[in-house]
């Protein structure tokens, strides 16, 4: 266990105007850092150095596009923290893409890693355009010159990515053999979620889902509620949703309403999983899916049922629908799906939340496991794979559960005590150098 008993000196006071900015995913980070921070009564030293990334790197990726002309990209990969181990942390090509929003996942990156207790650091990275609009040639070039562009920090023992929103295993090929044709021979280890075919992890694509559904699992089990008729609104439902859902089911859950992002379905005598599955591998959402009545991406949030899994994106609980939910357990299947100010609203109605960095950290422990495998050039079977992520996460949720009873917090804020004290504690015994 890490130490908690930490100096009394009081803390650098944290900002005051938190919520300012509900939807600012940096603040939104922050406002939990600073929670966590002020109950272990951080010292101010080490507050300093974990509320700062180590390192921020912003760049312009020329690339040729198909009509000839040549197209300036930005992209950014920031290492929040590294003090544990190599940092760890996607990339996503996306308009979207901010400093602020990067830093805010990378900073989550390096929380999620000290909560299940891998031995890596936190970063992210990504590329602010369109894929949608882009043709693979155009997708592989700006990979390509990107990887190049921030190839001094990359590597194995450094910084390794993964795949995140818009990139996938495609992606991560062409980023190990750019890196690979860089160094001089072929080093899988510099990125996960690699197609299984060139060191992929058999069970890293169903990880992040089968992480929530062994802990929506422990969830009940300590609310003394049974898993067998458990009801169940999915929204988003995507590799983590689609696959929670589907491991649920497996369990003897009732999975009642699922949703993408042209709505979706409720049924209150449970949706057939595997055949919503089946329907979007055919037509690529859940649009004109009429396995039961029609249900907004804003309804289905506030459905009465046991177990609310929001697997799609930031920022969909707020304070504007915290009070109208009616779910018993919320398992955060995707990254912020809470506001900051939220989080009260729920904690007041007695809404159990397992906060995203315990809930979908399961993605990033079998990717741990995939860089294990590389690095050992000894490939495990998906059974082990899967034994050994449920000890990891069963163990996680224990530990948070336990480190919330003991100081009467809620469990999202008893993740970070227990992920910032395991950080800080490195911090302490490696000092600070020169
Ligand atoms: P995905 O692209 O496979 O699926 C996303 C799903 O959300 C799709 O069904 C999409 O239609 C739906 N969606 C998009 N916008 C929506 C909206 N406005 N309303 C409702 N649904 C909407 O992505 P994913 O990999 O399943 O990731 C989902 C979330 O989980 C993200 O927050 C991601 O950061 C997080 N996450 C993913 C992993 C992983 O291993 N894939 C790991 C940790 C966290």
């Not at 101010?44 to 912003?58: A, H, M, S």
């Not at 898993?227 to 439902?237: D, E, P, R, Y």
């Amino acid at each position: 266990m890490p130490d908690l008993l930490l100096p009394t000196t009081p803390i650098v006071r944290p900002d005051k105007d938190r919520f300012l900015n509900e939807e600012n995913p940096f603040e939104a980070m922050m406002a939990r850092f600073d929670r966590a921070a002020e109950l272990l009564d951080l010292e101010p030293g080490i507050y300093k150095v974990l509320r700062n990334p180590e390192k921020q790197i912003i760049v312009s990726i020329p690339v040729m596009m198909d009509s000839g002309e040549v197209e300036v990209f930005t992209g950014i990969r920031v290492l929040y923290n590294t003090s544990r181990g190599p940092a760890k942390g996607g990339i996503r090509f996306d308009l979207n893409v901010s400093l602020d929003e990067v830093k805010a996942l990378a900073a989550w990156m390096t929380w999620k890693c000290a909560v299940v207790n891998i031995p890596f650091g936190g970063s992210k990275g990504g590329v602010i355009c369109d894929p949608l609009k882009m043709s693979i040639g155009e997708l592989e070039r700006v990979t390509r010159r990107y990887t190049a562009a921030i190839i001094a920090t990359l590597g194995p023992d450094s910084d390794v990515p993964a795949p995140d929103v818009n990139t996938n295993e495609r992606v991560m090929a062409w980023l190990m053999d750019t890196y690979s044709m860089h160094v001089g021979h072929t080093v899988n280890a510099v990125t996960t979620g690699k197609p299984v075919a060139m060191g992929g992890s058999l069970g890293r694509r169903e990880a992040t889902g089968r992480g929530c559904m062994m802990v929506t699992k422990e969830a009940l089990a300590h609310l003394g509620m049974p898993v067998k008729g458990t009801t169940i609104a999915v929204q988003g439902f995507g590799n983590v949703g689609s696959i929670a859902a589907q491991l649920l089911q497996a369990e003897g859950c009732k999975v009642v309403a699922v949703s993408d992002r042209t709505g979706g379905v409720v049924n209150r005598k449970g949706i057939d999983v595997d055949h919503a599955i089946a329907w979007i591998k055919e037509h690529k959402t859940l649009e004109g899916y009429t396995a039961g009545e029609a249900i907004s991406n804003e309804d289905i949030l506030l459905l009465d049922v046991d177990v609310l899994l929001p697997a799609a994106m930031e920022n969909v609980i707020t304070t504007k629908n915290a009070a109208k939910i009616r779910a018993k357990i919320i398992c955060e299947g995707a990254n912020g799906p809470t506001t900051a100010g939220a989080e009260s609203i729920l904690e007041d109605k007695g809404i159990f939340v397992i906060p995203d960095i315990l809930a979908n950290a399961g993605g990033v422990t079998v990717s741990y496991f995939e860089w294990v495998q590389n690095r050992g050039g000894y490939y495990w079977t998906e059974q082990l794979v899967n034994d050994r992520l449920n000890e990891i996460m069963v163990n996680s949720f224990a530990e948070v559960l336990k480190l919330s009873k003991e100081h009467k917090v809620n469990m999202r804020t008893a993740a970070y005590m227990l992920a910032i004290s395991r950080v800080a504690t490195v911090h302490r015994l490696r000092g600070i150098y020169a």
